[in-house]
């Protein structure tokens, strides 16, 4: 980033870590200005809405540092660009991660466009990663602190548009960030960090998804077809799920716990295994929709590492990139409860390179059985 004078408009949620952006940048020299955006419309009187709050908070915070504060609603564009998908795949069957999709289509799509029609050279976020802008374009890595990294949320993003983006956290720990937020006298110092899905926050999610999904009982059955309970629907349910099958004690088996495995949707039934590393569970190999590279150009075969959902450590792979961009990934150890609809991120070290959906999942018992 140039050292001279900049604009930099700053996505200002209310939270501790956009908050220190802001005031980091500000330390820079630059022309610093906060926006505040709304993404999801919610009833005055639902307790799990804190866009009112959170509002009030970035107006502290902008008070506080001395930046002006806009706000904006793309709560539209949110509904048709990232909930409609999200309850498309659950309806499918499957269990999306609309966190990336927010990223891409809202925060980096038309977020950005705004800051950009506020005078913004820049456009910044209290995201834990790093960008790294060289001539070849930006690369996207890890953060320092492995715990907040959020590179896996953030491949799906277009380059272009990265190369407009500071994320001046990523080279710091989070307990730095709220002891700079306190020395700076910033009031969300000791905000709790929020965990929940971008819209539905910390509300129970079956309760939430009941709004917009009518239940479909159909049969919870062993692998051997034997009938132990009922479900609510195949969209309420995620592989490797324990909690919420409400199946008690069977006559003649062990008092292992119930999980997930398989959601076959041809005879709306949910298959159940005990144990949390049953064969059923276990995955060596998937195949991808279509990859989003951040890279220059698209391999055709590598070795790199995996996640395949958030928080998982990396997991060594071998990836075959097919002629129409989709791609076969293969693990050197198989992977537990890996789900269509989420994503698989790749990695080169502390780079992403980029990720794509999970469409189809090779079971390991599957693979020893052939």
């Known amino acids: 980033m140039s050292s001279a004078r900049s604009r930099v408009i700053v996505g200002l949620s209310g939270g501790v870590d956009s908050a220190v952006a802001a005031l ?15 993404n999801w419309d919610e009833d005055d009187d639902d307790v ?3 866009s009112a709050a959170d509002y009030q908070d970035a107006r502290a915070i902008a008070r506080e540092l001395g930046i002006p504060l806009h706000r904006v609603s793309f709560a539209a564009e949110y509904r048709q660009r990232v909930f409609d998908y999200f309850l498309a795949e659950q309806r499918a069957g499957r269990t999306p991660n609309p966190d990336v ?33 060289g001539p070849e374009g930006p690369q996207l890595l890890k953060a320092r602190d ?5 590179t896996y949320f953030l491949h799906a993003v277009h380059r272009d548009e990265l190369s407009r983006v500071l994320m001046p956290l990523g080279d710091l720990q989070k307990h730095d ?9 910033l009031p969300v110092f000791d905000k709790p960090d929020s ?6 926050g910390e509300r129970p ?19 051997d077809g034997e009938r132990v309970g009922t ?26 716990p119930w999980y997930v495995a398989i959601k076959d949707r041809a005879r709306n039934a949910l298959v159940v295994v005990q144990g949390h590393d049953h064969a059923l569970l276990s995955s060596s190999a998937l195949t991808t929709g279509g990859v989003h590279w951040l890279t220059t150009a698209a391999p055709t075969t590598l070795r790199c590492t995996v996640k395949v959902r958030y928080r998982q450590p990396d997991q060594p792979a071998r990836v075959q990139v097919q002629a129409d961009g989709t791609a076969s990934i293969t693990f050197d150890t198989p992977q537990r409860a890996v789900t269509p609809g989420q994503y698989a991120v790749l990695y080169d070290g502390d780079r992403c390179l980029g990720g794509a959906v999970i469409e189809r999942v090779e079971s390991s018992a599957a693979r020893a059985a052939a």
């Open 101 to 133: 999709l927010c990223n891409r289509e809202i925060k980096f799509g038309v977020a950005l466009q705004y800051a950009t029609r506020l005078g913004g050279q820049w456009f910044a976020t209290g995201h834990y990663a790093r960008l790294l802008q």
């Open 231 to 256: 479900h609510r629907g195949l969209a309420f349910y995620t592989l490797g799920q324990r909690e919420g099958l409400m199946i008690g004690g069977r006559k003649g088996r062990n008092e292992a």
């Open 195 to 200: 965990t929940g899905i971008c819209f539905i």
């Open 48 to 50: 799990y809405c804190t």
């Open 146 to 150: 492995a715990s907040k990294d959020q």
């Open 205 to 223: 999610f079956r309760d939430f998804l009941a709004r917009f999904l009518r239940e479909e009982p159909g049969p919870i059955e062993t692998p």
């Open 24 to 38: 980091l940048l500000k330390e820079q020299g630059h022309d610093v200005q906060g926006l505040f955006m709304s």
């Open 177 to 185: 960030v709220r002891e700079r937020a306190r020395a700076a006298g």
